[in-house]
């Protein structure tokens, strides 16, 4: 018998502007632009793995950006100008608009610099989706 190679799959990797609304397991480069805390849970005396934190991120690439909602340990990687390796991220809808997440499936890993600057007039977390039920006759 031949030997079959079971090794990992290379990841590819997709731009920004490629993200659709309902879409999962996409591998992206992007730089953060900005990140602002929007949750601080947990008693501040108390241990660090009790706490709970999110925070939303700009983050973007050439093509366009989008929010990314980093949670816990994902906090501390987002800093402005840092370049990020996002590795099995998912879209989750919020309010009718995109946003970027990766879960515990996933990985967050902050990169080498890159050298592109992010397009930040194209947002596609301000683009807002409306579900529609189409019923078949």
């Known amino acids: 018998m ?4 079971s090794g990992m799959r290379k990841p590819v990797f997709i731009k920004v502007d490629q993200i659709r609304p309902g879409t999962n397991g996409h591998n ?8 602002k805390m929007v949750l601080q849970k947990g008693r501040p005396d108390g241990p660090q793995f009790n706490q709970m934190r999110i925070a939303e991120c700009l983050v973007g690439d050439e093509t366009g950006s989008i929010l990314f909602t980093a949670r816990n340990e994902q906090v501390e990687m987002m800093k ?16 009718g608009s995109m946003r970027l997440a990766v879960d515990k499936w996933g990985r967050v890993e902050v990169s080498e610099p890159a050298h592109f600057n992010v ?7 301000l683009v807002e989706y409306e579900l ?6």
């Open 2 to 5: 031949a030997e079959t190679k």
């Open 28 to 35: 992206l480069v992007v730089k953060v632009v900005s990140s």
């Open 80 to 95: 402005p100008d840092a370049t990020i390796i996002l590795r099995n991220a998912r879209i989750d809808m919020f309010k």
């Open 119 to 125: 397009k930040e007039d194209n947002n596609l977390s």
């Open 132 to 137: 529609v039920n189409v019923v078949e006759k």
